[in-house]
């Protein structure tokens, strides 16, 4: 009954910045763990970020290395990953997500913990 969307995506040239934005057009997110999730061709989806309900816990996965941003706003409406200096690898379909469970308070990179998706927003750097 959580149906995300995700907005922000676009073309950027390598070294840019670009902010993605995930939301339930029904309802706020405030009950949920939220986390991003990343997608190239040919490749498994990946964790990117992830972040507790009060947003005072965030974890980051693996190809971050201290680019990326993850936030909520706090009325618990919208999450928020801000990324900065892009790669081409970080070409990619992106996702938020939302937790299998409600009132969880710990932020998790497990994917198997979360249970709605978004369709997913493109982000592609060039060059």
Not at 22 to 51: N, T
Not at 56 to 84: C, E, H, K, W
Request: charge should be negative; hydrophobic fraction near 30%.
């Amino acid at each position: 009954q959580v149906q995300l969307v995700e907005s922000g995506g676009g073309l950027v040239q390598a070294g840019g910045s670009l902010t993605l934005s995930c939301s339930d057009s029904g309802r706020a997110l405030s009950s949920y763990s939220m986390g991003w999730f990343h997608q190239a061709p040919g490749k498994e989806r990946e964790v990117v970020a992830a972040i507790s309900r009060s947003g005072g816990n965030t974890r980051y996965g693996p190809s971050v290395n201290g680019r990326f941003t993850i936030s909520r706003d706090s009325a618990g409406n919208t999450v928020a990953l801000q990324m900065s200096d892009l790669k081409p690898e970080d070409t990619a379909v992106y996702y938020c997500a939302a937790h299998r469970e409600i009132n969880i308070y710990y932020a998790t990179l497990r994917e198997d913990e979360y249970e709605s998706w978004g369709q997913g927003t493109q982000v592609t750097v060039s060059s």
